[in-house]
């Protein structure tokens, strides 16, 4: 019973922990600071399944978001994450305090979108007991799955009817985190008829690395609302909501940030202005401020956290700053605020440690255009290697790019996106650089399918049976589903009318072209057989159009057979399923994708139609991720195939 009572004490303490600062410098802690955050999952969402409605943009209402805690009570295993300052500790520590006390079954009605829907937070935590670990390494965790856990389930009473385990910075772990949290996960999957709730907690892109099982349900967390921050400061201030004129800006709706801003007052515009702002008011001189900085910067490079007791490097006196407002998200703001000032390279030298990335992007913030980050994005763009890739991916954030520099870029977001080694994030993020620095690559590229006889259909399942042998003629097919790119070029010559969001992106140009009908294709094809006569691109007598289901067949299925009934060729790779082959639903992107984003999706049984270009063609339709059948490819047909 002692394992109980030393979490039932620590979650209970929780809710006195320091949280914010109120402007007239009193200390607001957990149980009195808290603001319920939601997630990026809507009601929308859940209903729709993640498909879209069909709706113009500005038809559509405001969504309604899940709350985070509304998520631990709908799942039994659930992997929350967001980048670092998005609140998920103190989301943690507050839902341990709030079941531990059982302080109320029903919050006061919170904001779910911007236009002012609120709704109550309903949970009835009556039976439950609450469980928290902070994991510092791989060790931590090993203990916490392998012997505190077990035993503190086998520890369970008659009193409580679950427990409800949160497992929080599981990203320490390392590499050795999907194993662990794997046993961890069978052990409450297998078990049916419990009431156990498991909480996994996570920086943003370590989740995209951690293979887990399906039974995990994975969602993120929501940036804070101005809604939520205005009221947020009225309850506090009994300032008027509407009157509330600070803490409202882009970078408050990080919760580190806002915490800064609403301690000083600030608009909370710019991150780097809040916590210089916030330097001004709460630290003695430029001295400690410089000190602070430079402890910062070590925490981070020895990769750890703050100790019990905050003290100057060798002064040994006490800094005028509340160690729980120096949250990691702070903590990298300043140590970006020392680099930019010690010369360039030391910023590489840092970042190419595998220190944080955003410690860089808020380096380049400060240098801003001169002739500094100049130097600093030659420096980073140097040589080959992800470290470079992704040093690229931060500098195209920034303008004002010289010709030169925005040449390395486009060069490396193009390696990022046709090697398919980074994170899926970091792919996206490519993708979108190209398409808004006009992608080089051929995105209406055609790939020859030679003429032949081959097994339509398959054994695995009724709706493609019976399997039959039929003849095809030689054709071409698009290596690519047609982009919004391209089907904007139709629409804007024909003014045909488009519902599509994605037309207005300059970042998804080069993302599948959705929300169009079949006779919206049809048109497309006449128009581009019209385009492609013109230009020579095909023979007088060579056609556009959309392939049959033979011809998509073919292209996709090569000269593979359906006969081995053991191990058939389910997958344009192969036999077995890769959840991280195509835009699956467990990539968690729940939109379309740019194409391209899947090299390792290529199909395995087709080599020998011979071109490398052909074999991307059905990793790329899964990852643009077929619609409502509104992602269609290109069939060119002339009599000299």
């Known amino acids: 019973m002692a394992i109980l009572e030393e979490q039932k004490r620590t979650a209970t303490e929780f809710g006195n922990h320091p949280l914010l600062i109120h402007p007239n410098g009193q200390t607001l802690d957990l149980a009195s600071g808290y603001i319920h955050l939601l997630s990026t999952f809507s009601h929308e969402d859940k209903a729709a399944k993640g498909l879209r409605k069909g709706k113009t943009s500005n038809e559509q209402d405001d969504p309604v978001y899940f709350s985070a805690l509304e998520l631990v009570r709908e799942n039994k295993i659930l992997l929350l994450s967001g980048p670092s300052g998005c609140g998920k500790t103190t989301f943690a520590k507050h839902t341990c305090f709030r079941i531990a006390t059982q302080s109320t079954s029903t919050s006061a009605p919170i904001a779910r979108n911007e236009n002012g829907d609120f709704h109550d937070e309903i949970w009835d935590t009556k039976g439950l007991f609450p469980c928290y670990f902070d994991i510092e390494d791989a060790q931590a965790l090993e203990t916490v799955v392998n012997k505190t856990i077990p ?167 006490p800094l005028d700053v509340p160690l729980f407002a120096l949250t990691t998200k702070v903590r990298r703001l300043l140590a970006a605020r020392h680099l930019s000032r010690l010369p360039a390279q030391a910023t590489v030298d840092f970042y190419r440690r595998d220190r944080p990335a955003d410690v860089l992007r808020s380096v380049i913030v400060r240098l801003g255009s001169t002739a500094k980050f100049e130097e600093l994005a030659s420096l980073l763009l140097q040589n080959s290697g992800i470290a470079v890739q992704r040093a690229a991916l931060l500098i195209a954030e920034f303008d004002g790019l010289t010709t030169e520099i925005r040449k390395q870029v486009t060069q490396q977001a193009l390696q990022v996106v046709e090697e398919g080694v980074l994170l899926l994030s970091d792919r996206v993020t490519a993708a979108g650089i190209l398409s808004q620095l006009e992608d080089p690559r051929d995105l209406t ?197």
């Open 151 to 317: 035993e503190l389930l086998d520890s369970a009473t008659d009193a409580y009817s679950g427990f409800v385990i949160v497992i929080d910075t599981i990203e320490r772990a390392g590499e050795e985190a999907s194993e662990l949290l794997e046993l961890l996960v069978s052990k409450f999957l297998d078990d049916k008829t419990s009431n156990h709730r498991l909480v996994l907690l996570a920086e943003e892109r370590a989740t995209e690395s951690l293979n887990l099982s399906s039974g995990v349900v994975r969602h993120s967390f929501a940036p804070l609302l101005a809604a939520q921050r205005r009221f947020k400061i009225s309850e506090l201030t009994q300032i008027e909501p509407h009157l509330v004129d600070f803490a409202l800006g882009a970078a408050a709706r990080d919760p580190a940030i806002f915490a800064l801003a609403l301690q000083i007052e600030d608009a909370g515009d710019h991150a780097e202005k809040v916590l210089d702002s916030w330097l001004s008011k709460v630290v003695r001189d430029e001295k400690h401020c410089a000190e602070l900085e430079t402890y910062a910067l070590q925490q981070i490079d020895l990769q750890q956290g703050l100790p019990s007791e905050l003290h100057t490097v060798g002064g040994g006196r």
């Open 445 to 641: 590229a055609l790939a020859f399918v030679p003429a032949g006889t081959f097994s339509m259909g398959s054994s695995t399942h009724p709706n493609s049976q019976p399997v039959h042998e039929v003849a095809i003629d030689a054709f071409r097919i698009g290596v690519y589903p047609v982009t919004v790119g391209e089907y904007l070029k139709f629409t804007i010559e024909t003014q045909r009318q488009w519902a599509s969001p994605d037309q207005h992106d300059p970042k998804k140009r080069n993302v599948p072209a959705t929300d169009l009908t079949w006779f919206d294709a049809r048109a497309y094809c006449a128009w581009l057989t019209k385009r492609w006569h013109e230009s020579g691109k095909i023979q007088p007598n060579g056609e556009v159009r959309l392939p049959t289901e033979p011809e998509w067949e073919r292209a996709a299925r090569g000269d593979i057979t359906s006969t081995d009934i053991e191990h058939p060729y389910i997958y344009p790779w192969g036999t077995n399923w890769q959840p991280d082959h195509c835009n699956s639903e467990e990539t968690g992107l729940n939109q379309p994708c740019p194409v391209g984003l899947f090299p390792q999706g290529l199909s395995t049984g087709v080599q020998r139609f011979g071109a490398k270009t052909w074999l991307l063609l059905v990793s790329h339709i899964l990852g643009g991720r077929m619609m409502g059948g509104k992602i269609w490819m290109l069939r060119w047909r002339s009599e000299e195939c």
